[in-house]
């Protein structure tokens, strides 16, 4: 192990709390997202449903949602500071892995937020990049699942349960 210092050695409340509700918002997106089209059909003299208006609001508000808690995770995570890595995570470069997709997580869903408002007000020359983002991020936050699935199941290093709400898991 490296001479790091971690302050403390497992998740509080507060940031499995942020942890879970920006993934169920995320998740959230996706249908929300997708119904985003028929809300546009005013712009071209066509009739929209109050429902697609109210699934296109929604979904503007769960990405301000998830900017909120992003920022309140990254507040938390320098307040309280990084989590030991569990015993079993002797590798530098693990550590340096998981560092690295954290922090591409959080600038990806910054990005996804901003190109959102951006295609919603300004342009929507944004929207492919905001797709774009939208199907990258679901491709870094499932390696970061499987990740945390190969850790608790495979390497039976505890690394999932600690972020659970129980905080605990059997393998």
């Known amino acids: 192990m490296s001479s790091i210092r971690y302050p403390v050695s497992t998740y509080s409340p507060a940031r499995k709390a942020t942890h879970w509700a920006v993934l169920i918002l995320c998740i959230a997106q996706f249908p929300t997202g997708w ?8 712009h071209v ?3 929209q449903s109050t429902w697609s208006v109210f699934v296109h609001r929604s979904h503007a508000l769960a990405g301000a949602a998830v900017v909120i808690l992003v920022v309140a995770g990254i507040t938390l995570r320098l307040l ?44 929507r020359t944004a929207a492919p990049i905001h797709d774009l983002l ?36 059997r393998t």
């Open 80 to 123: 309280q500071g990084a989590v030991a890595p569990t015993k079993q995570v002797t590798r530098s470069w693990m550590r340096y892995a998981a560092t690295a997709t954290h922090l591409l997580i959080c600038v990806l869903l910054l990005s996804l937020s901003g190109t959102g408002l951006v295609a919603m007000y300004l342009s």
């Open 134 to 169: 939208a199907y990258s991020g679901v491709a870094l936050i499932g390696m970061h699942a499987a990740a945390a699935l190969w850790h608790q199941f495979i390497n039976g290093d505890g690394t999932l349960a600690r972020m659970l709400p129980s905080g605990s898991l």
């Open 45 to 47: 003299s066509l009739t």
């Open 35 to 42: 119904a985003i089209a028929n809300s546009h059909l005013g």
